[in-house]
Nanobody, 120 residues
């Protein structure tokens, strides 16, 4: 069974870097055609796609967040990581990691979500 688990600080100060790690079990993050994605949901708003890292190691980012976002992976640990720089209170959200079984596929496995609050 595929499982994803987010981990990281729940409170980040404005202008600092938000860093979250997703630990994957039950599937290899380098397995062909899989895409590992970060998505967030601010309070009272809908889901927002942040970006993804593909089985090849290539990355794609939301245009609106591209300048502040970096997604990387640690293949021996089967983990992938989100870094969001220069955060503001508007970055407060529940952050999810998820797996998509193809480039144009919807996510089929999700982590439980991690609340991150940006506040001084």
């Amino acid at each position: 069974q595929v499982r994803l688990q987010e981990s990281g600080p729940g409170l980040v100060k404005p202008s600092q870097t938000l860093s979250l790690t997703c630990t994957v079990s039950g599937a290899s993050i380098t397995a062909n055609y899989l895409y590992w994605t970060w998505i967030r949901q601010p309070p009272g708003k809908g889901l927002e796609w942040i970006g993804r890292i593909a089985y090849s190691g290539s990355t794609d980012y939301s245009p609106s967040l591209k300048n502040r976002t970096s997604i990387s992976w640690d293949t021996p640990k089967n983990q992938f990581t989100l870094q969001l720089n220069s955060v503001t209170p508007e970055d407060t959200a529940v952050y999810y990691c998820a797996r998509a079984p193809g480039r144009s596929s919807a996510a089929d496995y999700w982590g439980q979500g991690a609340q991150v609050t940006v506040s001084s």
